[in-house]
């Protein structure tokens, strides 16, 4: 009867596939075959029983340690154990025990990488590969990522090349963006290859616009700042009309205040009323930005000035009113609908002796603009270099046992980095983010943005800075006689520099 059985042409048809199901360790195409068999095939009682146990003996045969599931099991064990000599010997036998094992390869590929041995390590992957497994693509992207790290990242591309028609997945999707993504940063960091990182960038956006928004805006905020990296490259080589090109790029792809802000930068070195213009777009984007708020009112300033030096006195009155307007604005939305004000006394850059090394710090006072009593009040202090976080430091100011009144200020403030950075190049830039918490406003609330570039000469006073407000500076130059000879270049300080 068992022969009779298993001589049975569909008995051994079905078989056959098990056997090789078995051997891969496939047990949900095991589970698949049975029913379909069972289904199509009206078997007696005993048929069934024979094949029910025959298949018992295979799941058995293969479930032992010499099985493939069984090897790789104790191959994986032995890579967390750290056992590199024996994971190594483990996989190697699977690979010539099972040399369609998709698993086996990949894994002693990964071996193979952890002991050094990259040739051999790659063969592995690229056998992997070729297996065309079905939902898993580590080989792909890990044999791509030991061409990264040879910087050759034109053969990783090959590499992953065949996955573009195969993504349907999402997270197939997110893994090839990815790896355009840090294609692009890669090339970013290298001399005259910005235009280069833009376009890969926007390849990766094209995959991530299938799988995840998040990073498609984020992509495109690197994007940007790419561009004002170029536009500042040319600026420091004094080619300000393509800078300025540059920038109206970037503004078609995305705009941005920032890049409206940067532009303006440009423009106010030829052209003050474009100047102003992208400025006044800049504050209605963003009309509670203190660095933007305190550049448009110094350019109505320079259009003043410009207006007197041409004999253009009521034009340079016009301007004067419109920056006496912006300054109260500035005031009120900036300043006293906070609970507190921070008064900058100055910047300082200790140079570190023997070392082309500075240690930036600044220096302030705080005053309690609220009419309540404040008995917890902290500070953090954020350095940024080039627009990039380099480091941050906090400090208690107010607490229980020294309570900060209404209208009370505090003693000077001193905040240095705790990373010191390399001494600031001419077309560098530093930024300090001054930020408050308090149990009145809770949380972390930006108060204070000072951009600022190199001063060595600028040090942090131990008292209290003579400074005149921006409305003072202006209420003298109205009152000053508009003599064209007489009229002096007015130096009107920056707000972001100055006593609230």
Not at 61 to 83: D, H, R, T, V, W
Not at 237 to 248: P, Y
Not at 307 to 330: G, P, R
Request: proline share 2%; hydrophobic share 35%.
């Amino acid at each position: 009867m068992k022969d009779k059985i298993l001589n049975n042409k569909y008995v051994k048809k079905v078989l056959d596939k098990l056997q090789i199901y078995i051997g891969k360790a496939k047990f949900d195409q095991i589970k698949y075959i049975i029913e379909t068999f069972l289904n199509k095939y009206e078997l007696h009682l005993l048929t069934l029983a024979m094949l029910t146990v025959i298949v018992v003996i295979l799941v058995s045969f293969y479930s032992e340690p010499e099985s493939l599931a069984g090897m790789l099991k104790k191959g994986n064990k032995y890579i967390e154990e750290g056992n590199n000599v024996k994971a190594l010997k483990v996989y190697t036998k699977i690979t010539r025990k099972f040399p369609e094992s998709y698993e086996g390869h990949l894994q002693l590929a990964r071996v193979y990488k952890q002991i050094k041995e990259k040739d051999r390590a790659k063969i592995e992957y690229y056998r992997a590969t070729k297996l065309n497994y079905l939902f898993n693509y580590d080989a792909y992207f890990e044999l791509a990522q030991m061409y990264i790290e040879e910087d050759n990242y034109e053969f990783a591309e090959e590499i992953i090349k065949p996955l573009k028609k195969k993504a349907n997945l999402k997270t197939l999707k997110k893994r090839i963006g990815g790896f355009y993504y840090n294609w692009g940063n890669h090339l970013s960091n290298k001399l005259n290859q910005k235009s280069k990182a833009i376009r890969k960038y926007k390849t990766a956006i094209e995959f991530y616009k299938q799988c995840d928004k998040e990073l498609v805006e984020h992509t495109e905020e690197t994007i940007v700042d790419t561009y004002i990296d170029i536009a500042n490259n040319y600026t420091v080589h004094k080619q300000t009309q393509d800078a300025v090109k540059i920038l109206e790029i970037a503004l078609k792809y995305r705009e941005t205040a920032n890049i409206r802000y940067e532009l303006s930068q440009l423009y106010k070195t030829f052209d003050l009323k474009k100047a102003a213009e992208e400025l006044k777009k800049t504050i209605y984007m963003e009309p509670e930005n203190e660095r933007f708020l305190a550049a448009y009112i110094n350019i109505l300033i320079a259009q003043a000035e410009e207006a007197i030096n041409k004999q253009q006195f009521k034009k340079a009155k016009l301007f004067y009113e419109s920056a006496k307007k912006y300054k109260e604005k500035y005031q009120f939305e900036i300043v006293k609908k906070r609970l507190f004000v921070i008064n900058i006394l100055g910047i300082k850059y200790n140079e570190l002796p023997k070392s082309d090394e500075i240690v930036p710090g600044i220096s302030f006072k705080i005053t309690n603009n609220s009419s309540k009593l404040v008995n917890k009040l902290e500070t953090k202090v954020i350095f940024l270099k080039n627009g990039k976080y380099y480091s941050s430091t906090t400090k208690q100011i107010v607490d229980s046992k020294s309570l900060l009144k209404p209208d009370e200020t505090t003693e000077e403030i001193i905040v240095f980095s705790p990373n010191p950075m390399k001494k600031l190049k001419s077309h560098e830039k530093l930024q300090i983010k001054v930020f408050l918490s308090n149990q009145l406003a809770g949380g972390w609330n930006l108060y204070r943005v000072i951009d600022l570039k190199k001063d060595v000469n600028q040090d942090i006073k131990s008292k209290k800075q003579e400074s005149t407000t921006l409305s003072s500076n202006l209420n003298k130059k109205n009152a000053r006689n508009h003599s064209v000879k007489n009229q002096k270049k007015h130096n009107i300080p920056n707000t972001q520099y100055k006593k609230d």
